[in-house]
């Protein structure tokens, strides 16, 4: 018989075998559910030990429906769909992967920067149209200025990933950074607003608090440069859709690339979708094979530690 139950909220990979194999080997079942809401987590998952949680939305609702939860673990570096304080208040501990995929989100972020950059997308759709010579000038990427928002472990391998293309300066904004931890990588800490004005490229990395959702707004974006690349690889709370969508269409800046988005999957409506200024994918940044297995690993090496009466190795919240 089976000492724990654990449970995937909502089952978005295409197997879960790393997880069923490491967690049994503490007597831990591995059920996969799919929870959209908060009742469909409190419906399905209230006789759990432990949760693996992936975008379904861990509100203080479902956390009450929690009966004998002593853990919830995170796939991912964020956790902004956790009620971390009903977490606390239940003696639920909280876990994320907070460093398992810098590599490759920081490469996604350079995809989408020379995608924006050399108008990649939009010159393959209309070449399969039967089109050449196609007339849309683009720039030279050596010389310019290069603003990181946010500078965590995915930010800083992007900008040691940049140091051979010879950018005239990097700038970051980062409040809870020191000077030191950006001079050590070639960059220069400054104020939000001197990024926003200076940069060429903006590359946004923060984290979604109640200071940062929107924070790139109609103000910010009137700040920019007119030929000021944006690209969102961190949360799409962070944008304003609306400000974003206005400032493309009227080409106050040249280009976004975005992976993440305010609603997921994108809404077939959505204004981003008639605009030819702007490259998409589908919040795939993480997803390559080494990060994928590494998730699944330290996701539910987690959930052991807490149910074997030890801390998890990453944790959110420590009760």
């Not at 799919?34 to 509100?59: K, R, S, V, W, Y």
Request: aromatic share 6%.
């Amino acid at each position: 018989m089976n000492q724990y139950r654990i449970y995937v909220t909502d089952g978005r990979h295409a197997s879960y075998d790393i997880e069923r194999e490491m967690l049994s080997a503490i007597g831990g079942e591995l059920k996969i559910c799919h929870c959209e809401t908060d009742a469909d987590i409190a419906a399905q998952c209230a006789d759990a030990d432990g949760i693996l949680l992936d975008m379904a939305p861990m509100t203080a609702r479902a956390v009450a429906a929690l009966k004998k939860c002593k853990v919830i673990s995170r796939y991912g570096v964020g956790y902004d769909n956790v009620d971390v304080a009903a977490c606390i208040e239940q003696g639920i501990q909280v876990a994320n992967v907070p460093d398992y995929c810098a590599e490759d989100v920081s490469d996604h972020a350079l995809a989408l920067l020379f995608a924006c950059l050399r108008d990649v997308p939009r010159r393959d759709r209309l070449i399969r149209q039967g089109q050449w010579n196609i007339q849309r000038m683009s720039f030279r990427l050596s010389g310019k200025v290069l603003g990181v928002l946010g500078f965590g472990r995915i930010a800083k391998a992007l900008v040691r990933k940049c140091a051979g293309f010879h950018f005239s300066k990097i700038l970051v904004y980062d409040p809870y950074v020191s000077e030191r931890d950006c001079i050590e990588l070639g960059a220069r800490k400054v104020a939000l607003d001197d990024v926003l004005r200076e940069s060429d490229i903006i590359s946004l990395h923060m984290p979604v608090t109640a200071e940062t959702v929107h924070m790139i707004d109609g103000r910010a974006l009137a700040l920019m440069k007119p030929t000021t690349i944006f690209i969102n690889t961190s949360r799409g709370r962070l944008v304003d859709d609306a400000s974003l969508v206005k400032a493309l269409e009227r080409h106050q800046i040249l280009c976004a690339g975005l992976d993440t988005h305010n609603l997921e999957p994108l809404p077939l409506d959505s204004p981003y979708l008639c605009l030819d200024n702007v490259v998409l994918t589908d919040h795939t940044a993480y997803n390559t094979e080494e990060a994928v297995e590494e998730l699944k690993r330290k996701c539910a090496q987690n959930v052991i530690n807490v149910l074997t009466g030890l801390s998890p190795a990453y944790p959110v919240s420590v009760i």
